[in-house]
Structures are given as structure tokens and as C-alpha cells.
């Protein structure tokens, strides 16, 4: 085999590479020499990745369950990190903001319209059979979910809505974060107290989202948006890429999710209890939690009226089909 100028070139550009980091070239071309070349099932892990859904019953709907939530965090693993390379940006320009953004976008946009999957593909019977296997897991267990939130907004804005006039934008985020909305959603029907799926998650993961909603505070996407020139800010389209996000994150999602709690959960006007036992049809509705991430963007009419006209239509259409 001839050596060629590029073939030189090539290994003059390696050498140097491992010297910089006092290592030796000819034993890494060893390494070269008897290593395997990759193949697609390793390189993904298919095996790893398919031997993750363990049922906990034999009832085939099972796994259609515990792989939509699989491919739902992969989706939500994706849209962390847009968002925490965005909140490393210290100078951000409008395209890697619009780059990033929309990216996180088209992801909850393929959740959006994906969500059918467990709204219609499993059977009522079987579902709520296998769910009892389940007890007290829930969705809301989510800690990805919970850090989307963190990433994307001032902590104010996901205090629970009866209680965040009594903070301000400068608050410490320790001041804040146990009035957060979900600390408030998670309660029981009854007794109006805790329920074991929030205490589990408190305990497993408190500490993590406390220090993540420090971290946060001058790292969120509505901060990043605000370290871009007034000229960008106030372009239409990083407008409404962070509209898009808004409604995305807190109206369609929820609504999409919501939707496969009143088909799975509600039985001729009777409600069946949810595994993480919260008072769900007041809690998941966003015209309830009125989760808004960048309020600063709408008009009072529109946060007044947030996420009523889709939840009342899908609700009727849903009730009707019963
Ligand atoms: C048949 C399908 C589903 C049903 C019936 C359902 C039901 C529920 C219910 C009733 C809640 C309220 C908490 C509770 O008491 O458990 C909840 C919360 C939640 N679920 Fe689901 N869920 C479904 C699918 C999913 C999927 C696929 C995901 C994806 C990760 C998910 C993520 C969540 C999240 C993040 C919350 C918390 C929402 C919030 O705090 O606003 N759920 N779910």
C-alpha cells in the first residue's frame, strides 16, 4: 500500500493529538488493529434497550404502557439537553436560541401527537387490571418533567397558582420551591393529605430538584431570552418559538395526557381512583394549574382564559364516545 501525502498528513495529525496528551500513537493503532468494527445493534444497544420493559402482569397492553413512557422520557432526555446547552450560553445568539428551541418543540410536538397511542391503544379492562400492579407509581413520579419545568422558567411561575402573588422574581428559590404546583396537585382525595407518591418522590428527589431550581435561576430558557439583544427579543418568530413552547409544555401535553385519564379513568360519571391517588380530574386540567412559563407573552385575556376552550371540547367529545 502506497503512503500517501493525505495518509501522512493524517498520521502526523493523530501523533500530535495523543503527545498533547502524553500518550503513545502506535499503541493506540493497536488498538485499532484488533478492535471490532461497530455494528448498529451495539452501537444502540438494542438488546439493552429491548430487554427494558418488564411487566408486571402477563397483560400484553402492559408493554404498549411501559414503552410509551420509555420513549416519552427519551423525548423528554432529548429536550434537557437542548436546554441545558442553551442555559451554558453565556453570549446566546437569536439562531442557536431558535436552533435549540424549536428542536425542543418538535419534540413535544411528536409527543402531542403521539399521546393516541395511550389515549386509544389499550384495552380498558386490561389496563385498569394491570394499573392496580402498579400501585402507588405514577406519571407523575416523572423527575424529568419536573426538571423541563426548571430549565425552562423563572421558579415564580410554577408556584401554585392560589399562592404566587405572595412571592416576587428575587425570592430564593429555597423560599420558593416547597410552594411548588405539584407539592400542592399531589393530595389525597379523603383525607386532603400527601400522598405516598409524592413522599416517595420528596425522598428520592427533593434535594436533586432544590438544587437544580438554584442552578436555574440565572440558566432557564426565559433567562437565556432575555440575555438576547432587544432587537431579537422582540422578533416574531423567537416569539413564537417560546409561544409554541408555552402552549406545547402546558396546554397540549397536559391535554393530550389528560385526555387518557378521563378515557381510562372515568366510568359512566363515576371516577375511578388514579394510582398516584391525586384528586386528578381538579388537578391535571391546565386550565386549573394555569402552568404559564413565559406570562410576559400573553395578553390578561388569554392567561385568564389559559387552556379552557381545548379542555372543555375534548372533554364533551371524549364523554360522548363513553
Ligand atoms: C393511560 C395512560 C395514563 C393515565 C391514565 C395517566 C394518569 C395520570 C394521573 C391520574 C395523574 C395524576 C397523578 C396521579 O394521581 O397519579 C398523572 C400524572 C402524570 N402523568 Fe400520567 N397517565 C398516563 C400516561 C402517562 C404517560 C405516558 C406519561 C409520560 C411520562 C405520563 C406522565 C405524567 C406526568 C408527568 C404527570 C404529572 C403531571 C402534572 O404534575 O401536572 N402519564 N397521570
Same mark, same amino acid.
Given at each position: 500500500m502506497e503512503i500517501t501525502k493525505e495518509l501522512e498528513d493524517r498520521l502526523r495529525l493523530l501523533?500530535?493529538?495523543?503527545?498533547?496528551?502524553?500518550?503513545?500513537?502506535?499503541?493506540?493503532?493497536?488498538?485499532?488493529?484488533?478492535?471490532?468494527?461497530?455494528?448498529?445493534?451495539?452501537?444502540?444497544?438494542?438488546?439493552?434497550?429491548?430487554?427494558?420493559?418488564?411487566?408486571?402482569?402477563?397483560?400484553?397492553?402492559?408493554?404498549?404502557?411501559?414503552?410509551?413512557?420509555?420513549?416519552?422520557?427519551?423525548?423528554?432526555?432529548?429536550?434537557?439537553?437542548?436546554?441545558?446547552?442553551?442555559?451554558?450560553?453565556?453570549?446566546?445568539?437569536?439562531?442557536?436560541?431558535?436552533?435549540?428551541?424549536?428542536?425542543?418543540?418538535?419534540?413535544?410536538?411528536?409527543?402531542?401527537?403521539?399521546?393516541?397511542?395511550?389515549?386509544?391503544?389499550?384495552?380498558?379492562?386490561?389496563?385498569?387490571?394491570?394499573?392496580?400492579?402498579?400501585?402507588?407509581?405514577?406519571?407523575?413520579?416523572?423527575?424529568?418533567?419536573?426538571?423541563?419545568?426548571?430549565?425552562?422558567?423563572?421558579?415564580?411561575?410554577?408556584?401554585?397558582?392560589?399562592?404566587?402573588?405572595?412571592? #416576587?422574581?428575587?425570592?430564593?428559590?429555597?423560599?420558593?420551591?416547597?410552594?411548588?404546583?405539584?407539592?400542592?396537585?399531589? #393530595?389525597?382525595?379523603?383525607?386532603?393529605?400527601?400522598?405516598?407518591t409524592l413522599t416517595q418522590f420528596e425522598v428520592r428527589y427533593d434535594e436533586e430538584l432544590l438544587e437544580l431550581s438554584e442552578k436555574c435561576s440565572n440558566t432557564n430558557l426565559w433567562q437565556i431570552y432575555k440575555r438576547l439583544s432587544p432587537e431579537d427579543q422582540n422578533d416574531p418568530k423567537v416569539i413564537e418559538a417560546l409561544k409554541t413552547n408555552d402552549l406545547n409544555v402546558n396546554v397540549y401535553w397536559p391535554l393530550a395526557h389528560y385526555k387518557s385519564a378521563v378515557r381510562y379513568l372515568s366510568k359512566s360519571g363515576e371516577d375511578i381512583a388514579a394510582t398516584g391517588g391525586t384528586n386528578w380530574q381538579k388537578y391535571l386540567p391546565p386550565k386549573f394549574q394555569k402552568r404559564i412559563f413565559y406570562p410576559a407573552l400573553w395578553s390578561a385575556e388569554e392567561i385568564a382564559s389559559w387552556g379552557k376552550g381545548w379542555v372543555e371540547e375534548q372533554i364533551r367529545s371524549l364523554l360522548k364516545g363513553l
Amino acid at each position: 500500500m502506497e503512503i500517501t501525502k493525505e495518509l501522512e498528513d493524517r498520521l502526523r495529525l493523530l501523533n500530535a493529538k495523543y503527545e498533547a496528551i502524553g500518550q503513545d500513537l502506535i499503541s493506540y493503532l493497536d488498538g485499532l488493529l484488533y478492535s471490532e468494527v461497530t455494528t448498529y445493534w451495539d452501537y444502540i444497544q438494542l438488546d439493552t434497550l429491548l430487554s427494558l420493559q418488564k411487566p408486571k402482569t402477563s397483560f400484553p397492553d402492559e408493554v404498549v404502557f411501559i414503552g410509551y413512557h420509555q420513549i416519552t422520557e427519551l423525548y423528554f432526555k432529548l429536550a434537557i439537553q437542548e436546554l441545558v446547552c442553551l442555559g451554558k450560553e453565556t453570549e446566546p445568539t437569536k439562531s442557536s436560541f431558535l436552533m435549540r428551541l424549536n428542536r425542543v418543540n418538535r419534540y413535544f410536538d411528536a409527543l402531542i401527537r403521539s399521546f393516541s397511542i395511550m389515549v386509544e391503544g389499550m384495552d380498558q379492562k386490561e389496563f385498569l387490571r394491570f394499573r392496580m400492579a402498579l400501585l402507588p407509581a405514577s406519571g407523575f413520579q416523572s423527575v424529568q418533567y419536573r426538571q423541563i419545568e426548571l430549565h425552562s422558567t423563572d421558579l415564580i411561575h410554577l408556584v401554585t397558582s392560589s399562592k404566587r402573588d405572595e412571592f #416576587t422574581e428575587d425570592d430564593a428559590p429555597e423560599k420558593m420551591y416547597p410552594f411548588i404546583y405539584w407539592k400542592y396537585g399531589a #393530595t389525597e382525595q379523603l383525607t386532603g393529605k400527601k400522598t405516598l407518591t409524592l413522599t416517595q418522590f420528596e425522598v428520592r428527589y427533593d434535594e436533586e430538584l432544590l438544587e437544580l431550581s438554584e442552578k436555574c435561576s440565572n440558566t432557564n430558557l426565559w433567562q437565556i431570552y432575555k440575555r438576547l439583544s432587544p432587537e431579537d427579543q422582540n422578533d416574531p418568530k423567537v416569539i413564537e418559538a417560546l409561544k409554541t413552547n408555552d402552549l406545547n409544555v402546558n396546554v397540549y401535553w397536559p391535554l393530550a395526557h389528560y385526555k387518557s385519564a378521563v378515557r381510562y379513568l372515568s366510568k359512566s360519571g363515576e371516577d375511578i381512583a388514579a394510582t398516584g391517588g391525586t384528586n386528578w380530574q381538579k388537578y391535571l386540567p391546565p386550565k386549573f394549574q394555569k402552568r404559564i412559563f413565559y406570562p410576559a407573552l400573553w395578553s390578561a385575556e388569554e392567561i385568564a382564559s389559559w387552556g379552557k376552550g381545548w379542555v372543555e371540547e375534548q372533554i364533551r367529545s371524549l364523554l360522548k364516545g363513553l
